[in-house]
C-alpha cells in the first residue's frame, strides 16, 4: 500500500523547535519530489516548503524562511523539517505530500494524514 506518514508535530513553546517526518511506505521517495503544507483552523492550506528530487533544490514560503529547514534521507524514504524559532502563527496541521517529478510542482499525487502543530506557552 502506498502512503505517507507524518510524524513529530505535537506542543512546543514559543522559540521551540520541533522536527517533522514523512516516511513513505509501498514506495521509494528517490524519483518524488515532496512538499510540506500546512493548514491552520480556518485558513486554506498553504505550501511552506519543497525538496527536489533531483539536485536537492529546496524552496521555502516567506513566513518560514530562515527558521525552518527541509532535508531528505533517500536511503531511509524520509523527507524531514526542521523548524525553529517556531511561533504561534506556525500552529496547523503539517501535510507532506509528493509527486512523481524532477522538480517540485503546483499538483502532489501522494498526502499523509497530518501531523499537528501547536505552539502556546
Known amino acids: 500500500q502506498v502512503q505517507l506518514v507524518e510524524s513529530g508535530g505535537g506542543l512546543v513553546q514559543p522559540g521551540g523547535s520541533l522536527r517533522l517526518s514523512c516516511a513513505a511506505s509501498g514506495f521509494t521517495l528517490d524519483y518524488y519530489a515532496v512538499g510540506w503544507f500546512r493548514q491552520a483552523p480556518g485558513k486554506g492550506r498553504e505550501v511552506v516548503s519543497c525538496i527536489s528530487s533531483s539536485d536537492g533544490s529546496t524552496y521555502y514560503s516567506d513566513s518560514v524562511k530562515g527558521r525552518f529547514t527541509i532535508s531528505r534521507d533517500n536511503v531511509k524514504h524520509t523527507v524531514y523539517l526542521q523548524m525553529n524559532s517556531l511561533k504561534p502563527e506556525d500552529t496547523a496541521v503539517y501535510y507532506c505530500?509528493?509527486?512523481?517529478?524532477?522538480?517540485?510542482?503546483?499538483?502532489?499525487?501522494?498526502w499523509g494524514q497530518g501531523t499537528q502543530v501547536t505552539v502556546s506557552s
Open positions: 505530500a509528493s509527486v512523481r517529478s524532477s522538480k517540485c510542482t503546483n499538483s502532489y499525487d501522494y
